[in-house]
């Protein structure tokens, strides 16, 4: 169980989400309306409990490193009211709508690795991460990759420099594959190199947008879809246009598109 993680339900129909989410990144559960909390111990069973929630989180809130919550983006930012002293050192903090749609870096984004924890929570249940820090969110560029099984961080990484061109990895935003690829050793080792998120897309939601310039039989056999790092990277960026259509090197294939501002 990763106990430097906290996750927070506020209503009891978010179980059917949460158990998908905490299957694939653990964390202490949370369920306020079953318990009370004390002090720095985690969860204490109680029949009734008259602590609003919003207390029963601000007595919780420093007992992780990186929180949940499964609510409305107002009621997390009701519960976090008061609570919030540095960015250095707040707790990071990711609200996940109830559909399960959104995961939006809400606290502690850039230092406190939120947007980070938006983008695994978004890959574990096929949500779109949200993040408006800055330092990320004015990076024009993703770069879609797919690649061929056993491929190294070194073979990537040269693949990637060669679509840029003379384009910089500092101006990337994210990384966008397909759910076949997100446990890649080569690609997650790339992605961890360069401080890059990578965004995990469905196989099925690329399928439904195949756009792709050079489409591939290989591909089409082995994986089921005409391509991937096109569609991907189009789809990561929804009013990005397609700069650098797919290269391929060494068994990785790269697209990059760039945002219309």
Known sequence: MNLDLGVWLVRP???SLVSVLQSQLGGTLYRPWLYTIKGDQAVVPTIHTDTSQKQQFATAFRNHQQWIIIAAGGIAVR??????????????????????????SLLAGHEGGANRLAYRVANAIGAVPVVTTATEALKPLVVGIGCRKGVS?????????QAL????LNEVREIATIDLKANEPGLVEFCRQHDLPLRVLASATVAARPWVTKPS????????LPGVCEPCALI????GKLIVPK???????????????
């Open 153 to 161: 961080a070194e073979q990537i990484a040269a693949a990637v420099h």
């Open 165 to 168: 061109g003379g384009r910089q």
């Open 217 to 224: 039989d290989w591909v089409q056999q082995n994986v089921g």
């Open 236 to 239: 990561a960026s929804t009013r």
């Open 13 to 15: 129909e978010s179980e």
């Open 79 to 104: 519960f976090l009211d008061g609570l919030a002293q540095d960015k250095h050192s707040d707790p990071a903090v990711v609200v996940l709508d109830e559909a399960g749609r959104f995961a939006v």
């Open 247 to 261: 290269t391929a090197l060494d068994g990785v294939a790269v697209a990059v598109v760039e945002d219309n501002m």
